[in-house]
């Protein structure tokens, strides 16, 4: 993670909204540690297992009639860092949003990242603490993108990772009662037809 910035020069959340309200639609910025960052363009693969993920989601809520809301990610406050407002890939809110629609939430039952090249070491560390502070998430899972390799990590288990290997696993989400295949989220990818 970048140098963390003296408070007075670091963007609360409100001046990153209204920043983020005049760049161009398609950007994804996310406010790390009071700067505002922008996200690289992500691959075909990326964004393929990341519908796969919430497409898997929305059909396990759907056969089985559960509160709990799956969605691509969107800003997502985190107590341990105020002046924070990540962006995970997708991510389970406990139930659907009421009233007016909105760029932030508070909720993350659940959260997922597709690691990308951008995603280095300390992102990932830093983003385990970010999310787990989050009072709701209960699990915070990585997907990579060049081989079927998902590691979970679970706030019952005290966020110590739990790797799944090969297409065969299956991601088992206690906390929403559900079960997705690693199959089922590298479909229509490389590592999906087993050439990884």
């Not at 309200?21 to 910025?29: C, F, H, I, L």
């Amino acid at each position: 993670m970048r140098s963390r910035l003296a408070e007075a020069d670091q963007m609360t959340i409100e001046e990153f909204l209204d920043f983020t309200d005049t760049r161009p639609a398609g950007e994804k910025w996310e406010l790390i540690e009071g700067v505002a960052i922008l996200s690289p363009s992500p691959t075909n693969f990326h964004q393929i297992i990341a519908g796969n993920i919430c497409t898997a989601l929305g059909n396990w809520k759907a056969a089985h009639d559960v509160p709990w809301v799956p969605l691509i990610g969107i800003g997502t406050r985190v107590p341990v860092s105020p002046r924070s407002l990540p962006q995970p890939d997708v991510q389970v809110l406990a139930a659907a949003p009421s009233g007016e629609a909105s760029p932030v939430t508070d909720d993350g039952l659940v959260l997922f990242e597709v690691l990308s090249r951008s995603n280095t070491k300390a992102d990932q560390a830093w983003r385990l603490k970010a999310y787990k502070s989050i009072p709701n998430c209960q699990h915070y899972v990585t997907v990579a993108q060049d081989k079927a390799l998902v590691t979970r990590h679970d706030r019952a288990g005290n966020w110590q990772p739990t790797e799944l290997v090969g297409l065969a696993a299956s991601l088992d989400l206690p906390t929403l009662g559900a079960l997705i295949s690693l199959a089922d989220i590298y479909r229509w990818t490389p590592v999906g037809e087993g050439k990884r």
